[in-house]
């Protein structure tokens, strides 16, 4: 029975042993891959920029496509997560469910300048209507405190008449999430992609 006892307590004390190499193993890929990623984006960044130093067409295009036109993040994200990977590999973390994830609730919506102009409730809490990158937070004539989204679908979302604003510059954020709240019972949206304004009842079904 000892005897017995001794060879189950060593089968697992030999699994514990194996299933720790093996994490530490996948511990140590996971950083090999993540510092390749940041070395691979970094050689093309200073290849890019040598180019540009020595070919002037190619800078032309850079400057064109980059510093003058709208250039989309969501293009670029999908890009990098289809050759290298996500930035960060999927770790297996509990998931957490938000505490405020909604959906958008409004009473009455009318043509506004380039969006529209939907009536909501007082100090309306505005739920994110499509996950992706912050990529302005400012004033805009017209329409007040504006955060735009680029959303994962190319489409940027402009929220106006915001206050309180939850999310900063650059931030990824996430559909249903907390934005910000309107200033009164306005809330402005636009929806630009490629340059043009679409309509709201193509792009917000009920």
Do not use: R
């Not at 390749?36 to 180019?51: E, H, V």
């Not at 409004?106 to 505005?126: A, P």
Request: proline fraction near 1%.
């Amino acid at each position: 029975m000892v005897i017995k006892m001794d060879k189950e307590i060593s089968k697992y004390l030999s699994k514990k042993n194996k299933n720790n190499l093996n994490n530490n193993k996948n511990k140590k890929n996971i950083l090999v891959s993540f510092f390749n990623k940041i070395l691979i984006s970094f050689i093309l960044a200073i290849t890019c920029l040598i180019i540009m130093k020595n070919n002037n067409e190619f800078k032309k295009f850079i400057e064109k496509n980059v510093f003058h036109d709208n250039i989309s993040f969501a293009y670029i994200n999908n890009i990098y997560n289809k050759y290298f990977g996500k930035v960060l590999p999927s770790l297996q973390i509990e998931e957490v469910t938000p505490v405020f994830n909604e959906k958008l609730e409004y009473k009455n919506v009318n043509k506004y300048f380039d969006g529209y102009k939907l009536e909501v409730s007082n100090s309306y809490l505005v739920p994110i209507i499509e996950s992706g990158l912050v990529v302005y937070s400012g004033n805009m004539e017209n329409y007040g405190n504006v955060v735009i989204i680029e959303g994962i679908d190319g489409v940027d979302i402009w929220y106006g008449n915001i206050n309180n604003i939850n999310v900063k510059l650059y931030d990824y954020v996430n559909k249903g999430e907390f934005l910000g709240e309107v200033t009164d019972n306005s809330l402005y949206l636009v929806f630009e992609k490629n340059k043009e304004y679409l309509k709201f009842e193509d792009y917000i079904k009920d």
